[in-house]
């Protein structure tokens, strides 16, 4: 049975950094893309970033520049480094694992439980 488990969401103030963190584990993820999505409330699931097998790496126009996504795949991890952090990427931020397609879509695709991260003003 697949598990993806995240972890690192808290509260922090604007301008602070926080570092996310997924562990995948039930299958091999071989070739896998990984990714990020997040879901503020009232508002529908959004991407935020993806990372290849082959470390290509993919961002939403929002966090470019300020959020570096990585992996490492002999861990079947993958992170999400945030920084200069704003009121608006407060959210429960949810990682993904699939298909380089599906991921990017956010379809068909696995998905952990979720963390939240609350930046105040």
């Known amino acids: 049975q697949v598990q993806l488990v995240e972890s690192g969401g808290g509260l922090v103030q604007a301008g602070d950094s926080l570092r996310l963190s997924c562990a995948a584990s039930?299958?091999?993820?071989?070739?896998?893309?990984m990714g990020w999505f997040r879901q503020a409330p009232g508002k529908e699931r959004e991407f935020v970033a993806a990372i290849s097998w082959s470390v290509s790496t993919y961002y939403a126009d929002s966090v470019k520049g300020r959020f570096t996504i990585s992996r490492d795949n002999a861990k079947n991890t993958v992170s999400l480094q945030m920084n200069v952090l704003k009121p608006e990427d407060t959210a429960v931020y949810y990682c993904?694992?699939?298909?380089?397609?599906?991921?990017?879509?956010?379809?068909?695709?696995?998905w952990g439980q979720g963390t939240q991260v609350t930046v105040s003003s």
């Open positions: 039930g299958r091999t993820f071989s070739g896998y893309a």
């Open positions: 993904a694992v699939g298909g380089l397609d599906l991921v990017l879509k956010g379809q068909n695709v696995y």
